[in-house]
C-alpha cells in the first residue's frame, strides 16, 4: 500500500526549471550531517574542508592491485560493448565510442563489490548522517583525443526535478582508474556552490536523459550565474594519479573539458544518497527515469 505523503514532504524546497528567468537560492540543508568526534573516518580538517569546499580529494585511497582488477574490467566491458547496444551503454555525442555505462554497482560483481567497500562506505555513512545506497553508478570514459566534455551543471538539481530526489543528502565519489592530468580532461569544481542552489529555465522535454546523457541541454546552468559563482569561488581542478578518490556534493557546481590529449581519463562515480532521502515522483511532474540511472527501489 503507497504511504499518504505529509504536506512538508510533498513541498518543493528547490524550485527549477519552473520560472522563465534563472534564480539563486540558498541551501536549506547541512553539507556534512554528522558531529566529528575522533573516531570519525576522515579527520576534523577533512570534515571541514568538505563542509566549506563541497569536496575532498583523497590521494593514493586504493592500491594498484585493487585498481588492475577495476582496470582490466573497465576495457572488458568497453570491449565487450563496442558492437552491442543496451539502454544502459551511452555514446559520444559525435563517435559510436562508449562515453558511459550506468548500473556498475548492479550489473557487475567487480564494481558492485567496490561500491560496497567498507572504507568508502563508512565515510559516506559519516557525511550523509545515515545508512547511504547508490542512487546512481556509472563509468566515464573519456578516450583520449574523441572524449567529449561534461557541461558545468549540479547534479541535484537534475536528480531533484527529473529524479524526486528530495533534499540535498547525497553525493558522488569519483575513483580514478587512469591518471587525472590537467590535459585529459578532469573534473573541475567551483568550491563552496554547494552552498547556493541555481534554478534554471526551460521545461525539461520527454524522456530528455536519451539526449542529455550525452549532451546536456535542459538543467543547464545559465552563463551569469555560473561567472558569478566562479568569480565568487574560483575554479579547483583536483587532480592525482589513478587510486585517488574525489568526493563532491550534489550540488556542487562542477564539469570537465573535451579529452584532445591522447590519454583517457576513465573514472568511476559512486553516487551515495541517504535513505532518509529516497526518491518520490519527480518534481517536473514527468516520468521518472529508467532505474539504471536512478535508484527506485
Ligand atoms: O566525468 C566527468 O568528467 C564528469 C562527470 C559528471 O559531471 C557527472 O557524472 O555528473
Known amino acids: 500500500m503507497s504511504q499518504k505523503l505529509t504536506k512538508e514532504q510533498t513541498i518543493d524546497r528547490y524550485p527549477s526549471r519552473l520560472a522563465d528567468k534563472p534564480g539563486r537560492s540558498e541551501r536549506k540543508d547541512p553539507v ?3 558531529t566529528w568526534t575522533a573516531d570519525s573516518p576522515l579527520t576534523k580538517e577533512q570534515s571541514d574542508f568538505y563542509e566549506q569546499n563541497g569536496y575532498l580529494f583523497l590521494e593514493d585511497f586504493f592500491n ?4 588492475n582488477v577495476w582496470r582490466e574490467e573497465l576495457s572488458r566491458l568497453q570491449e565487450a560493448y563496442r558492437d552491442q547496444e543496451a539502454s544502459h551503454v551511452i555514446r559520444e555525442p559525435q563517435s559510436k565510442e562508449v ?3 550506468f548500473a556498475v554497482h548492479e550489473n557487475n560483481d567487480i564494481f558492485q563489490s567496490l561500491s560496497k567497500h567498507p572504507r568508502l562506505v563508512s565515510i559516506m555513512n559519516y557525511l550523509l548522517g545515515s545508512d547511504t545506497y547508490i542512487h546512481q553508478s556509472r563509468i566515464n570514459y573519456k578516450p583520449g583525443f574523441t572524449g567529449k566534455e561534461f557541461y558545468w551543471h549540479s547534479d541535484f538539481e537534475t536528480w531533484h526535478v527529473e529524479d ?3 533534499n540535498m543528502r547525497a553525493l558522488s565519489c569519483s575513483i580514478a582508474l587512469t ?3 590537467p590535459y585529459n580532461g578532469p573534473l573541475m569544481i567551483i568550491p563552496g556552490s554547494h552552498k547556493t542552489f541555481i ?3 526551460g521545461q525539461t522535454p520527454d524522456n530528455h536523459f536519451k539526449e542529455s546523457l550525452r549532451k546536456q ?3 543547464v546552468p545559465d552563463q551569469d550565474s555560473l561567472k558569478a559563482l566562479a568569480d565568487e569561488n574560483g575554479i579547483q581542478m583536483p587532480i592525482g594519479e589513478a587510486g585517488s578518490v574525489l568526493l563532491f556534493d550534489c550540488n556542487v557546481m562542477h564539469g570537465s573539458s573535451s579529452n584532445i590529449s591522447p590519454y583517457s581519463r576513465s573514472n568511476v562515480f559512486m553516487v551515495y544518497n541517504s535513505v532518509e532521502n529516497k526518491l518520490r515522483e519527480p518534481f ?6 529508467p532505474g539504471y540511472i536512478a535508484t527506485r527501489s
Do not use: A, F, K, W
Open 199 to 201: 534554478s534554471c529555465v
Open 64 to 67: 594498484e592491485t585493487e585498481l
Open 284 to 289: 517536473s511532474g514527468q516520468q521518472p527515469r
Open 32 to 34: 556534512v550531517y554528522s
Open 99 to 101: 562515453r558511459s555505462i
Open 217 to 219: 541541454e535542459y538543467g
Open 164 to 166: 524526486g530526489m528530495p
Open 179 to 181: 591518471d587525472n592530468h
